[in-house]
């Protein structure tokens, strides 16, 4: 029962959002630092090829991630982002009915008819759309409004706005574009 409650059920706004604000403010406060998988997964790679040392950054190129002095070699990283993975994949593996599919709530009532390769490529597509617009913006929704509004970053309010704003407007279009 606790082991259900704890893992496999949702957890309530009320429960999670402080927890996650506690978790953001804690970690700004000890590294002196955001913690996203937006910077995390560039910066895992990098330390997993060896190019995560000072003398190696390219700070002109805006595709390469930044380098803190405070954090040379991050490496740290890579075992985080491995555990998101693994995470991911415990969850799917114990959560039952539901999990594990294509069965996203509205994406097959949208798109009725389509083959699943259909299906798998528009999800490629839109996840390289993500990546390319999280890189583009320095950071993804949760990165900014998490982080960068709780720091009273003013870009990060409007990248946040941005997202939101896009966001509704193509589930609205793509909805009456794809419906009868």
């Not at 949702?10 to 506690?22: D, F």
């Not at 040392?53 to 002095?69: G, S």
């Not at 490629?124 to 709780?150: D, Y």
Request: hydrophobic letters at 50%.
């Amino acid at each position: 029962m606790i082991f259900e409650t704890v893992f496999i059920k949702p957890w309530p706004g009320w429960v999670a959002g402080p927890l996650i604000g506690i978790y953001a403010v804690a970690f700004f406060y000890f590294q002196r630092r955001n913690l996203g998988a937006s910077s995390g997964f560039p910066a895992a790679l990098e330390a997993l090829r060896g190019q995560d040392r000072m003398d190696l950054a390219n700070l002109d190129d805006p595709l390469r991630l930044p380098q803190d002095p405070r954090d040379q070699a991050p490496r740290w990283r890579v075992w985080w982002m491995g555990g998101l993975w693994m995470a991911g994949l415990l969850a799917w593996a114990l959560g039952g009915a539901g999990t594990g599919g294509l069965d996203l709530p509205g994406f097959n009532e949208t798109f009725v008819g389509w083959s699943l390769g259909a299906k798998l490529a528009l999800l490629f597509f839109g996840g390289v759309l993500i990546g390319f617009g999280t890189r583009m913006s320095g950071g993804c929704t949760s990165g900014h409004a998490i982080f960068g509004i709780s720091q009273r970053q003013l870009p990060s309010l409007w990248a946040t706005l941005a997202f939101f704003a896009v966001g509704i407007a193509v589930t609205f279009g793509l909805q009456a574009w794809l419906k009868p």
